[in-house]
């Protein structure tokens, strides 16, 4: 089972911050790596699939990065429709497997 | 567009089963697997499976068989969990979550059903 550590479990951030988001694999996992967005009550969302590829109609601000173990969602030029908890999922073998997730807040 | 709207939040005691539906719309329904994933109070998610919603075939992950039944009914377009014998750590957020294109993993997910275990 491929194991991700996320990090950090919290965040901060200022209206206008560069934030990242680190998820690492266990072991090699190519880019099959997504990030969604999840709001309290709401379904989650996909944006950011196959570790670099923004997802269609997401906001160009979010970026992914990365390949095999290690991954990144940066979130550029943040606000505050960006406060939500964010995770991370592989899907390279069974069993898929989730990253614990990072709650992102404004200061 | 493409929506997956569970049913709601179901309260249970010890040993009774329950069933959470997920009913799809905006795509065909058979063209796209179903998974279901946990998430337990303060604890991050658990994927518990899958099943292909052509052919009906589940693929339990460990630890989510024996108890943990998906179904479907093709004809509404649902995808169904049926957890049976409950016990209080069944207590959890479900989510059902569609399986996207081959190599995308989950492209849209379900707004997730609270089961709560307990006397």
């Known amino acids: 089972e491929t194991t991700l550590t996320q990090s950090p479990a919290f965040l901060s951030a200022t209206p206008g911050d560069i934030v990242h988001i680190s998820c690492k694999a266990s072991q090699d996992i190519d880019d099959d790596m997504n990030w969604y967005q999840q709001k309290p009550g709401e379904a989650a969302i996909f944006i950011i699939q196959?570790?670099?590829t923004l997802v269609p109609g997401i906001p160009p601000r979010f970026s992914g990065s990365g390949f095999g173990t290690d991954f990144t969602l940066t979130i550029n030029d943040i606000d505050s429709e960006d406060v939500a908890y964010y995770f991370c999922l592989q899907h390279d073998s069974f069993p898929w497997t989730f990253g614990q997730g990072t709650k992102v807040e404004l200061k | 567009q493409v929506q997956l709207v569970q049913s709601g939040s179901e309260l249970k005691k010890p040993g009774a089963s329950v069933r959470v539906s997920c009913k799809a719309s905006g795509y065909t329904f058979t063209n796209y697997p179903m998974t279901w994933v946990r998430q337990a109070p303060g604890q991050g998610f658990e994927w518990m499976g899958y099943i292909n919603t052509n052919t009906g075939n589940p693929t339990y992950a460990q630890g989510f068989t024996g108890r943990f039944v998906f179904s479907l009914d093709t004809s509404v377009s649902t995808a169904y969990l049926q957890i049976s014998s409950l016990k209080a750590e069944d207590t959890a957020i479900y989510f059902c979550?569609?399986?996207?294109?081959?190599?995308?993993?989950?492209?849209?997910w379900g707004q997730g059903t609270l089961v709560t275990v307990s006397s």
């Open positions: 196959e570790a670099t």
């Open positions: 979550a569609r399986v996207g294109e081959v190599a995308t993993g989950v492209d849209y």
